[in-house]
């Protein structure tokens, strides 16, 4: 039993070592070492948490977010694909090892008179065997190439289950947010029916008394219909929002959901002036990189089917007529099977193989690359946006308070007869636009912080450039 199934595992684990996979570079990164500058971004700033419950401050949006993480069916589905792939690499990972089986059969047979040419006889065999089947000796390391390719995929599958998360911080809290924009527009909406059938009653009283035309009564109820028509669409759109939020958060809402609208303190602000390198950190870019190195490993893989294959095949047991004899002295028995595998003629299935193993590296470069760029548009988009719309809504606030003076001085003239009703709907129409624009630009300039803490990568108070052998699980 000396060359029992152990020492011959040992044996071929002692002789595995080699490996021809290529040795990996992380390719450049193909954009500037800093953001743009210039009058449309925004200047440094200081920092907030490094999760999201550093940046979304509102404690309704938290419980909205912590409910999403929860329950959201595509973060679960992320989730066990990641586990998924876990499976896959263990499976892959345990063709390094050999397989050790054991099996123990018995057999009694009865052989007819007709048979034997004598008498009929009845013949027993037993046996017990431990060994291991075709187990191939990775000489040229084609079994390790195949494990480290499963590996990548793996851990790119957990990047792609930490964006899938990001992207559902960053639409729960742009759902929550259009949900509270839309409803403060429902509720301006009300206030300036409220005002303009006001204006309707006004306006019929004086036009029964003769002061005005016709034509005045019938522009203001004009805008009392249109300003019906926008409640209508609000009501609608407040609906639609609620829907939508209850989708991402995968549960029913509070049934004590309070009704309001945007207010200040909803989101910290997301730090400027941060190096280009933290965008290697963003889970959609190390998903890239994962894949890269997968395509790396399996051009290892490819080289090395150009050479000689080693299976082994090895038992050893003991066999017995007899039962009770099955493990005595002089009952042992082995066998040692070596087989080697040489490929000669192919007609470049081989060397087709190899070119396509490198392709498809090439493309995931490429993808890396398109990665890193798209990453680093979305956060100088982001910072243009954060500086353009602070500029912005400063601008429309002067402009509804302008409005709001335009109206109440209109209001007054109307009112003592100075001006016409057309002068006074025009002002009416010109407030109602402004606070509208108000309302959309604010939401516009959260959105656009969300934005950019997904551009990001979500969390930024790591140490960029990390290793990836570091963030390995």
Known sequence: MRNSPLHLAALALALGGCSLIPDYQRPASPVAPQYPQGAAYAPASGTVGADWQGLFQDPLLQQLIHSALE???DLRVAALNVAAYQ?????????????????????????????????????????????????????????????????MTYLSSEQARRSAQLSLVANVATAYMTWCADHELLELTRKTL??????????????????????????????????????????????????NLTLLVGAPLPSSLPERGLAEGMLAQVPAGLPSNLLQRRPDILQAEYQLQAANANIGAARAAFFPSVSL???????????????????GGWIFQPQ????????????ASLDYSRLQKDISVAQYEKAIQTAFQEVADG???????????????????????????????????????????????????AQQGLINDRLAQ??????????LGGAWGEVPGLALSQQRP
């Open 313 to 331: 095949t090895a038992s050893a047991g003991s066999s017995s007529k007899e039962l009770s004899g099955l493990f005595k002295s002089g009952s």
């Open 340 to 351: 080697i595998n040489l490929p000669i003629f192919n007609a470049g299935n081989l060397r």
């Open 194 to 243: 409220a005002a303009d059938e006001q204006s309707l009653r006004l306006t019929a009283r004086n036009g029964s008394a003769g002061k005005v035309s016709a034509l005045d009564v019938a522009q203001a109820r004009t805008s009392v219909d249109s300003t019906r028509a926008s409640l209508a669409r609000y009501q609608r759109q407040v609906a639609l929002d609620l829907n």
């Open 446 to 455: 959260l959105l656009a912080e969300v934005n950019l803490y997904q551009a």
């Open 383 to 433: 910072l243009a946006a954060r500086q353009t719309y602070q500029q912005q809504l400063s601008a429309q606030h002067n402009l509804v308070q302008a409005s709001q003076d335009y109206y109440d001085l209109a209001e007054h003239r109307y009112r003592i007869g100075v001006d016409s009703n057309l002068v006074f709907l025009d002002a009416q129409r010109s407030l109602f636009s």
């Open 71 to 73: 329950n959201n069916r």
């Open 87 to 151: 499976a896959q690499y263990r499976i892959q990972r345990a063709d390094l090892l050999p397989a050790v089986s054991a099996s123990a059969s018995g057999k009694r047979q009865r052989l007819p008179q007709s048979v034997t040419g004598s008498k009929a006889m009845i013949s027993s065999s037993y046996s017990a065997n431990l060994g291991i089947s075709a187990y191939e000796l990775d000489f040229f390391g084609r079994i390790r190439s195949l494990s480290q390719q499963a590996l």
